[in-house]
């Protein structure tokens, strides 16, 4: 059995190292792929030799090559020149290649028995397997036992307060500069979203700041009533937030808009997520990686030599939000949606009217062009959903539109890096639309950690202060 367990390792030791990004059920079905990979090499041992030890042995050298062979063309990889991933390829595996021939000439035609290095194999593999194994339990144990997950449990027990209970709608734009922030950097003055807002009647907050530059952070302290410590992961805190469990204990459905899958709601009932997998398998970073570290390598090299421009896929991210969020602002409440927008962020996809980007700009930061021209766009699409909202909601909603941090410039090399201060970087933008609060009592600088206190305390009775501002 050793050489089928064998060959679930590669994909229990990947999925360990990059499990808060990675669901279970990929790594099931990659498991499952790799057994059935291991089968059918099970059954083309016969034609080598008839006797069980040996076909073991002769299966694992086979699986050690092919599922090791990626990690030793990336270091080869530098030596074969300008070739195409084919010829590459066929130069690469010459050595390994027939070090796995040779080895298993020999194996066929050894007269030892093969008992006792098949027992050390299979030692060997039982450990790799138990230490990976335990792992995962350890994380999934964490995370099934840990205590945002009991407070969530007491939360949703909570009776529903008998006041009405509006919908709530919670935007996270990613890097959605301040526009006193992109005045100052860039000269650029659109009040027009700004405006729009107000004139719907949103208070739109000035000088609002966040205490992080990060996404992870940011959107765990908007749902956590800011109450988030630096050495806190941040993904569980956003799995299992305050905010959807408060909510959930007094009757609300929650619908989240994910834009990464570390980052999905627990307590989610209906869940909007485009899978970087529909993009194609090899865009998928869990799924890829495996293939990289593969006998099966050149697919995923021959893709990326002929698929260079993903801006399709960036830009059907961004626009199923806005196709998808009619039919869940017309469903019955009430409800707590939850969208992160991951843009104006990087890539640029978008021009101001929307129109395709040419694929060798959609990361560049030399232009500032390209940031505010996917910025407008962004602004307008959501000045229109904002008006959608209010006008085919059955009750008057809270809205809350916001960024998770500013504009940060590019950390990609060559790509135009500017210096951003930590402070330009966490001048955010915040609006909220409050149906019955009195916009001039909100302070003009309220930050987004403070976004859910108000809420709660505006429509739910109870009484948060509100934090100091980062």
């Not at 599922?67 to 130069?91: C, D, K, N, R, S």
């Not at 950690?449 to 109870?462: A, C, D, I, K, Q």
Request: hydrophobic content about 45%; some cysteine; charged content about 20%.
């Amino acid at each position: 059995m050793y050489p089928f367990l064998f060959s679930l390792y590669p994909v229990l030791f990947l999925y360990l190292r990059n499990i808060r990004e990675v669901a279970l059920i990929q790594a099931l079905w990659a498991a499952a792929a790799s057994l059935g990979i291991a089968g059918a090499g099970w059954f083309l041992t016969r034609l080598f030799s008839g006797h069980h030890e040996k076909r073991a042995l002769i299966l694992f050298l086979f699986l050690l090559l092919f599922h090791f062979y990626g990690l030793y063309y990336a270091l080869v990889e530098g030596w074969l020149f300008e070739l195409t991933p084919i010829a590459a390829h066929a130069l690469a595996f010459t050595l390994p290649g027939a070090a796995w021939i040779f080895l298993t000439c020999r194996v066929c035609r050894s007269q030892r028995s093969m008992a006792a290095l098949g027992r050390a194999l299979s030692a060997a593999v039982l450990l790799l397997l138990a230490w990976n194994s335990a792992g995962i339990c350890i994380h999934h144990a964490r995370l099934f036992f840990s205590p945002q997950r009991v407070k969530q449990a007491q939360n949703q027990i909570l009776p529903a307060t008998p006041s009405a209970r509006p919908d709530i709608y919670c935007f996270v734009l990613d890097e959605f500069a301040a526009p006193e922030a992109l005045l100052n950097r860039f000269g650029y003055d659109n009040p027009d979203f700004a405006d729009g807002l107000r004139r719907m009647g949103f208070f739109v907050a000035e000088q609002s700041r966040s205490r992080f530059a990060l996404t992870e952070p940011a959107i765990a302290a908007i749902l956590n009533l800011g109450e988030t410590a630096g050495g806190e992961d941040p993904f569980l805190r956003v799995r299992r937030n305050f905010v959807a469990a408060f909510l959930k204990g007094r009757g609300y459905r929650v619908v989240d808009f994910a834009s990464q899958r570390s980052l999905f709601m627990d307590a989610a009932d209906r869940r909007h997520y485009y899978r970087l997998a529909r993009a194609s398998i090899f865009f998928d970073d869990f799924y890829r990686s495996l293939f990289e570290r593969s006998l099966l390598r050149l697919l995923p090299d021959h893709w990326r030599r002929r698929k260079t421009d993903l801006t399709r896929y960036y830009r059907e991210r961004i626009l199923r939000v806005f196709s998808e969020l009619p039919a869940e602002v017309k469903s019955p409440g009430p409800k707590f949606v939850f969208v992160h927008l991951f843009s104006p962020h990087e890539p640029f996809v978008f021009a101001a009217d929307g129109g395709p980007v040419a694929a060798g700009n959609i990361w560049n930061h030399a232009d500032p062009g390209y940031y505010l021209g996917q910025y407008a766009y962004i602004s307008r699409r959501m000045r229109e959903a904002a008006a959608m909202i209010l006008r085919d909601s059955p009750a008057p909603p809270v809205i809350l539109i916001q960024s998770d941090h500013g504009y940060r410039g590019s950390r990609r090399p060559g790509q135009g890096a500017r210096a951003i201060s930590p402070g330009e970087m966490r001048h955010v933008f915040n609006a909220l639309y409050l149906p019955g609060v009195v916009r001039a009592a909100i302070d003009r600088a309220l930050s987004p950690e403070n976004n859910f206190r108000l809420v709660f305390n505006s429509y739910f009775g109870t009484s948060y202060p509100l934090l100091r501002y980062p």
